[in-house]
């Protein structure tokens, strides 16, 4: 199997740039709040557990 396209290598050899730690800890930190605002009930979307969603956008 080939994989192709990966961001930020031109296939020449080159190594894939890193996810820098800030970049993980903001993105953990977005994460734990949504957790956060949706175990409190305060989902602006009228979620609730067991629905089925379509994630179009963003980190995941």
Known sequence: MQVTGIIGS?????????????QIRKSLEKEEEAKKLFEENKNLLNLKVGDLVLITDGNW
């Open 10 to 22: 031109g296939g020449g050899g080159e190594k894939p740039t890193p996810v820098s730690q800030n």
